[in-house]
């Protein structure tokens, strides 16, 4: 099965629960294998820089931040009806060097666990995940990595070529 998300998608978060549950119940659930594949909600934002979710949405979308934050309640209503631990209090940002992390730790075998990680620092615990510290943090949890080689493979170009830039 291939999926393409962005890590900081929140209906990509509410639809990898949905699926795992689906695939749950599936029969044949041991022969499917998952991968997940990199999709930048929007690539235009800088990387390195991040601020406030619902400021950056109202701006994307032409809203008010009180606007947003309606929208941001149905998102959360929908994560938690899934179980998922859910906070609107995260930060917007580029996600380039996330999907770097994830194509490492795809080459380990740990990708779902990565993006399990990240998903919960993001969405479950609101920490930040644009920064070196960040990701490196989840990926070093999710694929035991060193973080030598995470920073390596962040600061690399193969993933670069992999993501088209």
Request: proline residues 3%.
């Amino acid at each position: 099965m291939d999926i393409w998300s962005d890590v900081v998608c929140p209906w990509c978060y509410i639809g990898k629960a949905r699926f795992e549950r689906a695939l749950a119940g599936f029969a044949h659930r041991d022969e499917v294998s998952v991968v997940f594949h990199s999709y930048e909600l929007d690539p235009t934002l800088p990387r390195g820089e991040s601020g406030p979710l619902r400021e950056a949405l109202a701006a994307k979308f032409g809203r008010s931040v009180e606007e947003i934050a309606v929208m941001e309640d149905r998102v959360a209503d929908a994560a938690r009806g899934e179980r998922l631990a859910y906070t609107a209090d995260r930060l917007s940002g580029n996600t380039f060097d996330l999907h770097r992390l994830l194509h490492l730790v795809t080459d380990v075998g740990w990708q779902a666990e990565a993006v399990s990680a990240l998903h919960a620092a993001h969405f479950g615990a609101g920490r930040p995940v644009f920064d070196a510290a960040g990701r490196d943090a989840a990926g070093r949890d999710a694929a035991g990595r060193d973080a030598a080689e995470v920073t390596r493979v962040r600061a690399g170009e193969r993933a670069a070529r992999d993501l088209g830039r």
